[in-house]
């Protein structure tokens, strides 16, 4: 099981990034796939998921209203699209696999990194 998160960069405060979650080995329809991200000096949090067997989603607080999260059944992945970035926003973002958005991640993938900073 591989999975490939991509599309992390350097932003300014406002704009826009999309990130991408490939998943190789497994397909996604029995997982909930989770996005997580760690800031220097702090803990890993989960920021997002999508559980595929209902379809559910789940977003942190502070990201409501600016992410979303989403699954292309076709290419085995999941996305995150990240508006209105803040300064805050920048961390290593991971996705991982579980059950279920409220179970352990059952598989990482490397991280990417975001950076929103003028």
């Known amino acids: 099981v591989q999975l490939q998160a991509s599309g992390g960069g350097l932003v300014q405060p406002g704009g826009s990034l999309r990130l991408s979650c490939a998943a190789s080995?497994?397909?996604?329809?029995?997982?909930?796939i989770g996005w997580f991200r760690q800031a220097p000096g702090k803990e890993r949090e989960g920021v997002s998921c999508?559980?595929?067997?209902?379809?559910?989603?789940w977003y942190e607080d502070s990201v409501k209203g600016r992410f979303t999260i989403a699954r292309d059944n076709a290419k085995n992945a999941v996305y995150l699209q990240m508006n209105s970035l803040k300064p805050e926003d920048t961390a290593v973002y991971y996705c991982?696999?579980?059950?279920?958005?409220?179970?352990?991640?059952?598989?990482w993938g490397k991280g990417t990194q975001v950076t929103v900073s003028s």
């Open positions: 991982g696999i579980g059950s279920s958005c409220l179970s352990p991640v059952d598989y």
């Open positions: 080995g497994v397909t996604l329809d029995y997982y909930a």
């Open positions: 999508f559980n595929s067997v209902d379809s559910r989603t």
